[in-house]
RNA sequence: GGCGCCAUCGUCUAGUGGCCUAGGACGUCGCCCUCUCACGGCGAAGAUCGAGGGUUCGAAUCCCUCUGGCGCUACCA
């Protein structure tokens, strides 16, 4: 009696927690109680290149904050457990040893620059960029004794010469990759941490996971995966792939072009019943022309089978209308509670008032000196942040390049003083000049508290979003 | 480029062969309410159902082709 449901999500502490973890979660969520399921959350954290030491906690915040919980994870245990995947290598590298011996992977010498190097040829002559092959061919003992010498090596997976995989997508039908399509992928770095295919695969049997609902995006690897299934001899499990979160251009949702931070979220005042809410819009699944619900409710009416697969686009518009029904149907007095947790909470409080008080002459100007800390959109006019002696379409494309640095720096003061330095000196402006582009943006005024100061307050989440709509707006006017 | 997925108003969607001269919601516009704004109420504009072929008495709904969009194409997930 394997047939007890057992979902689970599996996000990685790569950075800020993404909206798209929060869809995924919710639609996992769902599932698993609408079956008498367990939900479980497990962190991949295998990338050690791409991890954020802050993450994870900030993925539990984020998740209980919307009120969707797990039944299992790193934080609450469980039977299963360990659940967070550095800490089950043992695992992997025992599923590794079976596969080798089964002849289903293969170690790989070669170097980054010869994979560099061979792709590059395969796009110059048009050729589909994919793995060729080189140590799957090698005889076993020169494979044996490279491994012997202690040569830095990956394993591949053995894909089959011919043939073909089919899976079945509960959404979608019978999905056919033809073998030769499918690349060797590498299931063990050379790190000796595995790859995302790997681990996730070997952990999902190790957890009884019985339906994997995850993100379309994945579709494409899930003949690997299937492949790995066989492999072990393991029984394959369902698989629903929800459709994408889309940009305004029908990109997939990105931090480039949308808020995608649960923090932001939650520092800009939406109310996690109805940032839910609308997530559960998306894609469709509940019964016709229903727009506003609960959670409980959507476990009593969403239906899998209702899903539209064509990926929605992430409507900020519809959010907020959303948001503000939510917040108008609040009792005055849970209304003022609300607004003193979010917008005036107390933590947020005290790390404005030192900066205001410097500046004060009456109390009654704290508003106008603080105000930009309080409010969603701040607008300073091109006097302010055009430099005398830069061009619009110039300071635009250093507006740009200051949201991919922003994005990539620690919030800490000394980080980033020397990441706006560093960028004003990469374009041959003073320091001044990009202090004061920067400030207008944040701040929407040419006189302010301390600018990074003001920026470590206000957190990076909403100091991104000021840059990004300063971005769009700008590009709107010239149009 | 290759492979895969997808395709109804600008956006989220309803629609699963006749009830569709395609319904609702956001957004937009107008009117009402009103000291203003917002809320709320009412209304309008907005989709030849991506295109072209079939199947059928009948197609947004089934089939084929094309086109378009998106995703994947990493020792990232």
């Known amino acids: 009696m394997a047939s007890s449901v057992r979902v689970r999500i599996a996000p990685s502490p790569t950075g800020d927690p993404h909206v798209g973890t929060a869809y ?35 993925i539990f915040d984020a998740l209980h ?4 919980d797990w039944d299992e994870g790193p934080d609450v245990g469980g039977p299963f457990g360990p659940y967070r995947q550095s800490e089950r290598t043992a695992l992997y590298s025992a599923a590794v040893e079976r596969l ?12 980054t620059e010869r994979l560099d190097e061979m792709r590059r040829l395969q796009i110059a002559s048009k050729l589909p960029p994919r793995y060729d092959r080189h140590c799957r061919n090698l005889d076993v003992a020169q494979s044996a004794s490279l491994h012997a ?17 089919t899976f079945r997508d509960e959404l979608r039908g019978e999905i056919t990759f033809d073998h030769n399509n499918v690349d060797d992928q590498v299931l063990l770095k050379s790190d000796g941490f595995p790859t995302y295919h790997l681990a996730n695969v070997v952990d999902d049997h ?20 299937v492949l ?13 792939h929800m459709p994408l979160l889309r940009n305004t251009d029908k990109s997939k949702i990105s931090k480039r072009k949308n808020p995608v931070s649960l923090i932001y979220y939650r520092q800009a005042g939406f109310l996690p019943a109805a940032l839910v809410n609308f997530l559960g819009l998306m894609g469709g699944g509940m019964p016709a022309d229903v727009e506003k619900f609960t959670l409980p409710e959507m476990q009593a009416g969403f239906q899998f089978e209702r899903i539209s697969l064509g990926g929605p686009v992430f409507d900020l518009e519809k959010l907020k209308w959303l948001n503000g029904l939510y917040l108008r149907g609040l009792s005055p007095d849970t209304f003022l509670d609300t607004v003193r947790t979010v917008v005036l909470d107390d933590a947020y409080l005290r790390a404005i008032a030192p900066l205001i008080q410097e500046r004060i002459e009456t109390l009654a100007q704290f508003m106008n000196l ?32 200051l949201l991919a640095v922003l994005e990539a720096a620690d919030w800490e003061h000394a980080a980033l003083e020397k990441t706006l330095r560093d960028l004003a000196t990469a374009h041959t402006w003073s320091a001044k000049e990009l202090f004061m582009l920067v400030r207008a943006i944040i701040t929407g005024k040419s006189a302010s508290p301390p600018l990074l100061e003001s920026m470590l307050v206000l957190g990076k989440a909403r100091s991104l979003d000021r840059v990004r709509r300063f971005l769009e707006r700008e590009k709107a006017r010239r149009e």
């Open 65 to 68: 904050w919307l009120g969707l």
């Open 206 to 225: 190790e957890m009884q996971i019985s339906d994997v609902i995850r993100a379309e995006e994945w579709i494409s690897s899930t003949p690997k995966h």
């Open 100 to 111: 080798l011996a089964g002849g289903h992977a293969y170690r790989c010498f070669c170097t």
């Open 228 to 240: 790995l299934y066989k492999a072990f001899g393991w029984e394959v499990p369902r698989f629903w």
């Open 149 to 165: 010498a202690g040569t830095a090596h990956t394993v591949r997976l053995a894909v089959p010469v011919d043939g073909a995989t």
């Open 24 to 58: 995924i979660a919710l639609l996992n969520l769902i599932f698993a109680r609408q079956r008498g399921g367990k939900f479980v959350l497990r962190i991949e954290d295998t990338d050690r290149t791409r991890f954020v030491a802050s993450s994870e906690q900030m």
């Open 370 to 401: 603080a105000d930009f800390f309080f409010m969603d959109e701040v607008v300073a006019p091109p006097e302010v942040y055009l430099p005398k002696k830069r061009t619009l379409p110039e300071t635009l494309k250093l507006g740009g390049e």
